[in-house]
């Protein structure tokens, strides 16, 4: 009886186990890319305007202010590098991210952070372009390397990248655009960057579900986001199988899919929306009973 009791334990436990493992993804993709002080010492995916360029004629020269961040912990090192008031817009200095990523079966968007340990001798007025290949970009500039503009040893988000279809190593580019600084004011700090995985829980639910009358094949969503980067509202059933979508959504809070096969009286539908290439999640969607004419309201957040 023992025995019997512990395997039908262990069997509950596997269950409930492989049903989290089903239902959550095991990992997010975080990848740190950055550099030290010398013009090798810096972990792959980083590149810079370094190599034949002295730090007043748009290279970088060492510097010992390394960030302190935690999780993640910075790239490895004692030291960072600056660029010390010397550019050509457009050529000079810059700074190159092509990491690695593993988004598995995830979403292919990504936020993009940067840390640096000090503001000593920043420039006050720098202003980079960003450029980026395999992926697009929510940030055309930043101002990042400015002094005041960094999360002294803790991580600051720069700009939130979408892979494009196929791209595991996409290029996010710092390219000088103005603002050299003056007197002893001319620093752009470099250390290190952090690329982080997004997931359905960063982008919000949408409100509810009108009611659906049997033999429905159009459903219409309101809560929905009104942002520019909204890309998609889907139809999901119970068994989160795909009933349909819009993939051209109005931005106006309410979208309707339509083209769905004939909804059964009792059918339970889900709706969910796709934000700048992450969708939100099933588990906490908002829900409504076809030939029920009340509508279940999801918990609202993230991504809007």
Not at 40 to 66: E, I, Q
Not at 209 to 230: Q, R
Not at 262 to 287: H, M, N, R, W, Y
């Amino acid at each position: 009886m023992k025995n019997t009791a512990i395997k039908s334990s262990l069997s509950a436990l596997s269950l409930v186990v492989l049903f989290v493992f089903a239902a959550c993804p095991l990992y997010a993709d975080q990848v740190v890319v950055g550099t030290g002080g010398t013009s090798s010492d810096h972990s792959p995916g980083y590149s810079d305007s370094f190599a034949g360029n002295t730090s007043t004629t748009g290279g970088f020269t060492a510097a010992t202010a390394k960030s302190t961040a935690t999780n993640p912990s910075p790239y490895a090192g004692t030291q960072c590098r600056y660029n010390g008031g010397g550019g050509s817009v457009d050529v000079k200095p810059w700074i190159r991210l092509n990491p690695t990523l593993v988004p598995g079966s995830g979403a292919t968007t990504y936020r993009v952070f940067g840390t640096r340990g000090s503001d000593a001798s920043a420039v006050t007025d720098s202003i980079f372009k960003i450029n980026y290949t395999g992926c697009t970009g929510t940030a055309a500039t930043t101002t990042f390397f400015r002094s005041g503009q960094a999360t002294l040893n803790g991580w600051k988000l720069i700009t939130t990248i979408k892979l494009d279809a196929g791209v595991t190593t996409p290029t996010v580019e710092f390219m000088f655009s103005s603002g050299l600084g003056t007197g002893t004011t001319v620093r752009n700090y470099s250390d290190s960057f952090y690329f982080s995985q997004l997931s359905c829980s960063n982008t919000a639910n949408v409100g509810a579900i009108s009611s659906v009358p049997v033999n429905s094949t159009s459903v219409t969503v309101t809560g929905c986001s009104t942002s520019a980067t909204l890309e998609k509202v889907s139809i999901y059933d119970n068994n989160n199988t795909l009933l349909g979508e819009n993939a051209a959504p109005v931005k106006t809070g309410t979208v309707t899919v339509s083209g769905l096969s004939p909804l059964a009286a009792g059918t339970v539908i889900k709706a969910v929306q796709t934000i700048f290439g992450v969708e939100s999640c099933l588990d906490t969607a908002a829900t409504v009973t076809v030939a029920d004419s009340s509508a279940a309201v999801a918990n609202v957040g993230g991504i809007t």
